[in-house]
């Protein structure tokens, strides 16, 4: 039975170590970046965003080193790419106390919030509790946590979900591992969803009609992208995005962008060192 006040991914966390030109090289693939945003004083980070219909992307970078961004500040001394995914809570209370009745010891709730820049001129608060799974409970190597939105106007602007790509949802998050199998039954624990078979490789949906996570070895994951397009890839963890396109022809006019069977995929190279491939609904 799929756990109580998860409600399937929220978005996926990119860290990146020069969070502007992150943000420009992201543009430049054809993405709407929103403006830059700054972490309450605790958290000690910096943000844009890649908003879709129900889902987003991050970019994250630390803009002050705190206890609060230890682990983020760990990952980026050893590379940039997807750090951990967030899944969409109702309560982030009520999400953290069945974490506690499952024996495991969640990080938070924390609040926190950012200012944003409207489209009309002025500023509104974008407002978040959120809570963590324990940083080892990290399947294939990618974190996990939760995020409730109280104030959902000022993170889904309309303005800012049109892109030039036509990328309009997250399909999977694609994580590299050497053994899929246990990767994927360790995040079905977790979150209670099935773990399902297909072949080497291995899916958890998220929850809802939210993006799945695919679980795949070095062997499957060159099958899947040519060497072109996974140049500057991880070799373990979280690796590669797959986004909704409302027309592939968009996504062809990538500068870079790489025709691989039904998908269109760009570089990591390009992409703080994440495959971004882009497939049509």
Not at 4 to 32: E, M, Q, Y
Not at 39 to 54: A, K
Not at 84 to 96: E, H, I, L, N, V
Not at 143 to 171: D, Q, Y
Request: negative net charge.
């Amino acid at each position: 039975m799929p756990m109580p006040h998860i409600l399937g991914a929220d978005h996926v966390v990119v860290t990146v170590r020069d969070l502007d030109a992150s943000a420009a090289a992201w543009a430049k693939l054809g993405f709407t970046v929103s403006p830059r945003g700054t972490h309450s004083p605790h958290l000690g980070t910096g943000n844009y965003t890649i908003m879709f219909q129900d889902d987003y992307l991050e970019l994250l970078g630390v803009l002050t080193p705190t206890d609060q961004n230890k682990p983020t500040q760990d990952f980026l001394a050893a590379r940039e790419g997807i750090e951990r995914t967030a899944f969409t809570t109702d309560s982030a209370a009520g999400g953290a106390a069945e974490l506690k009745k499952r024996g495991l010891e969640p990080l938070g709730p924390v609040h926190f919030g950012r200012p944003v820049d409207l489209p009309g001129g002025g500023t509104g608060e974008a407002k978040f509790n959120v809570f963590r799974w324990p940083l080892l409970e990290n399947p294939g190597g990618m974190r996990i946590f939760a995020c409730e939105h109280l104030s959902r106007h000022t993170v889904w602007i309309p303005e800012l979900m049109v892109h030039a790509n036509g990328a309009k949802a997250i399909a999977r998050i694609e994580i590299l591992t050497a053994d899929p199998k246990a990767a994927a039954e360790h995040m079905s624990r977790l979150i209670d969803e099935p773990a399902i078979a297909d072949g080497a490789v291995w899916k958890v949906p998220s929850g809802g009609r939210r993006a799945d996570f695919v679980f795949l070895d070095a062997a499957a994951f060159a099958a899947r992208y040519p060497d072109a397009v996974r140049a500057g890839a991880t070799t373990s963890g979280a690796a590669a995005l797959v986004l909704v396109t409302d027309d592939l022809a968009k996504a062809k006019a990538i500068p870079g962008a790489v025709t691989t069977g039904s998908a269109v995929s760009i570089p990591a190279s390009a992409a703080n060192g994440v495959v971004v491939s882009f497939v049509a609904r």
